[in-house]
């Protein structure tokens, strides 16, 4: 199995305190327009959606779990009172993670994902003809189960023979890409840490192969939230990569634009066409947001964001670093 490798993956997007008060629900109202998931964005600002019903809920070591069936989205995961992903467009979040890095590389076989528990950024990357392996390193056992049970969109890529779901156990291999499918760095937890350059120096880059390509989520991208944490893991990686972009893309359910970074030490191929005709190639199916000219068109920021991205300076450190509105839950592999 090899030595254990020190990450702090979670499951997900940012993390707020989750109380029961957070889902609305009056079952002796038969009024549907009274029940309502509420979710706070932050101090002064809440994004609330219309239930239809709570499909599920459970609690794990570390956090709460809901599945909720909401009018506008569909079926929502909701964690620690924070939406992870709807039905409706978690496509578009995990294609535009997935896709791009395993599009540039010209031959991968092997994805090692931190985080992911519920299974949608490893169904993305199974599509792929040429992986061999995929590996998600997730700490909590109960999301996963839950997701495994629940979220029927995944259910094959969870019985894929190619998937090593590890639960508390990094292994001592390297990779050809590597997946932060994490939350936003916030107060109160060590999550940041994994944004740190010191981590992704000393602890992600030896884990990739020559040739490797990293990418990570990197929080709300909007005009107005991008200066929270995206600009500055964008500029962060920089420090540790040679060839590093950040790219954007609006997802509805988020109430915001958001970002990834995609990072290597090998030039990154991002051409319409080329890109155009790999994913003909080498994707089983039909992808459902992202061809090549959409995700060139991603890599080209508004005026405001650009400025912004040229001239920040702040590196994320263990003693420096930003945070988004939230509480995280700490946990280590």
């Known amino acids: 199995m090899g030595e254990a490798v020190e990450f702090f993956p979670y499951n997900g997007f940012s993390n707020v305190h989750y109380e029961s008060n957070h889902i609305l629900i009056d079952e002796n109202n038969e009024d549907d327009n009274s029940n309502w998931f509420e979710e706070e964005i932050d101090v002064d600002l809440k994004w609330s ?4 019903r709570v499909l599920h809920k459970g609690t794990s070591e570390y956090q709460d779990i809901a599945l909720l069936d909401t009018k506008r989205f569909g079926k929502v995961l909701v964690i620690d009172g924070k939406m992870q992903s ?3 467009d978690e496509f578009i979040y995990h294609e535009c993670l997935i896709h791009p890095p395993l599009l540039c590389h010209p031959n991968p076989k092997s994805v090692f994902i931190m985080g992911g528990g519920e299974g949608s950024a490893a169904r993305e990357a199974l599509r792929h003809k040429s992986i061999e392996k995929v590996v998600m390193c ?6 996963v189960d839950f997701c495994r049970k629940h979220l029927t969109a ?3 890529a969870f019985r894929n023979i190619k998937l090593d779901l590890v639960i508390n156990d990094a292994k001592k291999e390297k990779f050809d890409i590597i997946v932060g499918d994490l939350a936003d760095p916030v107060e109160g937890g060590p999550c940041y840490q994994l944004y740190t350059k010191s981590f992704y120096e000393n602890i992600l880059k030896p884990k ?5 390509i990293f ?5 709300p991208a909007g005009v107005f939230t991008h200066k929270e944490v995206f600009s500055s893991i964008y500029n962060t990686i920089r420090q540790v990569f040679k060839y590093v972009r950040a790219y954007t893309a609006h ?4 109430a915001d634009t958001w970002g990834w970074v995609i990072a290597s030490d090998q030039p990154l191929c991002i051409e319409a066409g080329k890109m155009d005709k790999k994913i003909a190639e080498r994707i089983d199916g039909e992808l459902l947001y992202l061809n090549g000219p959409s995700f060139v068109a991603s890599t080209i920021l508004n005026k405001t964001v650009a400025k912004t991205m040229k001239n920040e300076t702040h590196v994320y450190s263990e003693d420096n670093a930003r945070f988004i509105h939230g509480q995280g839950v700490a946990y280590r592999i």
């Open 251 to 254: 997802v509805p359910s988020f």
């Open 49 to 52: 959606f219309a239930l239809n």
């Open 215 to 219: 990418v990570t989520q990197a929080g």
């Open 154 to 156: 995944n259910h094959e």
């Open 138 to 143: 997730d700490i909590d056992q109960e999301v």
């Open 208 to 212: 990739l192969n020559n040739n490797g």
């Open 86 to 88: 709807a039905e409706i």
